[in-house]
């Protein structure tokens, strides 16, 4: 199910994340949970920007806390343009985000 607001297409909201609320969901004491594949997607593309990336092993999932990285922001997060960089293969937890109603997020349900 999806909460974006009514009416909202993924460019508009993709638009508001970016400019309006500058990723607000990518930085702060957040973690991401990720899965053997997603933790290999992340490992990639941090080894060729030369990046440093922690992520730790917890029961089934891999855990990457964004308090652990430059800024407290996500690895991924472009500090300038506010962009995911890797967008089209970004984790499920991103993907399905807003996945309910969220106080202050412009672009799900208030
Ligand atoms: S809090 Fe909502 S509007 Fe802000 S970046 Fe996250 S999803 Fe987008
Ligand atoms: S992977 Fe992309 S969308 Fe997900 S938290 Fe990091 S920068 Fe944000």
């Known amino acids: 199910m999806s909460y974006l607001k009514p009416g909202l297409t993924v460019e508009a909201a993709s638009s508001i994340c970016i400019e309006r609320c500058r990723a607000q969901c990518c930085q702060g004491p957040l973690i991401l949970c990720l899965s053997e594949e997603e933790k290999l ?13 922690k992520i ?10 964004f308090q652990d990285h430059q800024g407290d922001r996500c690895p991924m997060l472009d500090s300038e343009t506010m962009k995911c960089l890797i967008y089209e293969d970004r984790p499920s937890q991103c993907h399905e985000f807003p996945s309910g109603r969220i106080h202050g997020c412009e672009i799900s349900y208030d």
């Open 56 to 65: 730790t092993l917890l029961g089934q999932s891999w855990i990457l806390k």
């Open 41 to 53: 997607i992340f490992q990639q593309k941090a080894d060729g920007m030369g990046t440093p990336l």
